[in-house]
Nanobody, 125 residues
Framework: VQLQASGGGLVQPGGSLRLSCAAS????????MGWFRQAPGKEREFVAA????????YYSDSVKGRFTVSRDSASNTAHLLMNSLKPEDTALYYC???????????????????WGQGTLVTVSS
């Protein structure tokens, strides 16, 4: 599976961005898809995810209510819509894919076998 993330950029506080993650090499609907981020000097942290089948979604407390995950099965692409962005959302954002059936691990980066290259989001005035 290959993942290609895109959509990052510079945005002012309160603004919005939509990240995309195009998957190839495997049927999209058979994969759990996750988003993680890593700010300079910090560890990679979970942002959001949805399970294969697309019914269950997961969010970190820091983005719940502001970020929304979705997918477009026709184009094999996952999206992360980020609203009300804050300076603390500044980070390199990664999309990831995995096949775990253990729901308690959906927030754990070790549950994802495939990673995209990352796209930089900078929130600054």
């Amino acid at each position: 599976v290959q993942l290609q993330a895109s959509g990052g950029g510079l945005v002012q506080p309160g603004g919005s961005l939509r990240l995309s993650c195009a998957a190839s090499g495997r049927t999209f609907n058979s994969l759990n898809m996750g988003w993680f981020r890593q700010a300079p000097g910090k560890e990679r942290e979970f942002v959001a995810a949805f399970r294969r089948g697309g019914v269950a979604t997961y969010y970190s407390d820091s983005v719940k209510g502001r970020f929304t995950v979705s997918r477009d099965s026709a184009s094999n692409t996952a999206h992360l819509l980020m609203n009300s962005l804050k300076p603390e959302d500044t980070a390199l954002y990664y999309c990831a894919a995995g096949t775990t059936q253990i729901t308690s691990t959906m927030r754990n980066p070790l549950a994802y076998s495939y990673w995209g290259q990352g796209t930089l989001v900078t929130v600054s005035s």
